[in-house]
């Protein structure tokens, strides 16, 4: 079942939002080579807090962070760590998400560490570029698999591929609510979108095969074929004048 949200529940999942946009934002000044990615971690917990916020992922199933950092081959929920230190050439996912009065914002941007490879480039550009076309599907005429069509559509005749079993989903009073939203599927087809519904939409591009394995910290996911992987996520409603993104300041 769908939760429609009202527009005061909107107005603090939109708050929340921001918070994360404000981090992301703010992050990628801190992006560079020789820096830990649990240097970035200890920034993105200082600021959320700062902001009246609590971190959406620290406790989560037991997850200790408050970011997921993933680097090159690392798909999604990449552990933060002292050891892990970019490196120049490396791009790297993260993700965040912040509570505000019981609500969840949640969004992922991937970022050039230094100067990267045209192949690395390139990945980052066609993934965030599949995120705004899913993002345009939102709207009341359209049907829920039309948003997973239309980034499969982008992402796949640029020679990348779609993972399969990792989805964006709904948002609201929890971080993941229903109903799952693939980022691959059949144009036309699932429910009717109505305004109201929050997604968190999150296309994850592999430039190699589709597959993934799980690595044995039981929590960082890599492409099986260890080719580069790229992540972008928002937050988004529908409403009758079309989508709106609550990740952004």
Not at 82 to 97: Q, T
Not at 161 to 172: A, L, M, P, Q, T
Request: proline content about 5%.
């Amino acid at each position: 079942m769908v939760v429609i949200k009202s527009p005061q529940e909107i107005e603090k999942i939109r708050r929340a939002g921001r918070v994360v946009a404000k981090v992301l934002s703010q992050i990628k000044e801190y992006i560079k080579p020789g820096v830990s990615t649990l240097e970035l971690d200890r920034l993105a917990e200082e600021w959320i807090v700062e902001e009246g916020c609590r971190p959406a992922f620290k406790g989560y199933l037991g997850y200790q962070k408050t970011l997921c950092t993933s680097i090159n081959e690392e798909v999604v929920h990449g552990i933060p760590s002292a050891k892990r230190v970019l490196k120049e050439g490396d791009i790297i996912g993260v993700d965040c998400g912040a509570i505000w009065d019981g609500y969840y914002g949640d969004a992922a941007m991937s970022f050039p560490v230094g100067k990267v490879s045209e192949e690395a480039a390139k990945l980052l550009k066609v993934t965030q570029e599949s995120l705004q076309a899913g993002i345009q599907q939102m709207t009341c005429e359209k049907r829920l698999f039309d948003i997973g069509a239309a980034i499969q559509g982008h992402v796949e005749p640029q020679g990348y591929s779609i993972v399969r079993e990792y989805v964006g989903h709904g948002i609201g009073t929890k971080l993941h609510e229903e109903p799952q939203v693939p980022n691959y599927g059949q144009p036309n087809t699932g429910f009717r979108l109505r305004a109201g519904m929050v997604f968190a939409i999150e296309p994850m591009v592999n430039a190699g095969g589709p597959e993934t394995e799980l690595m044995p910290d039981g929590w960082t996911v890599v492409t099986k074929d260890r080719s580069l992987s790229a992540h972008f996520e928002h937050t988004i409603t529908i409403t009758d004048r079309g989508p709106e993104i609550l990740t952004v300041l």
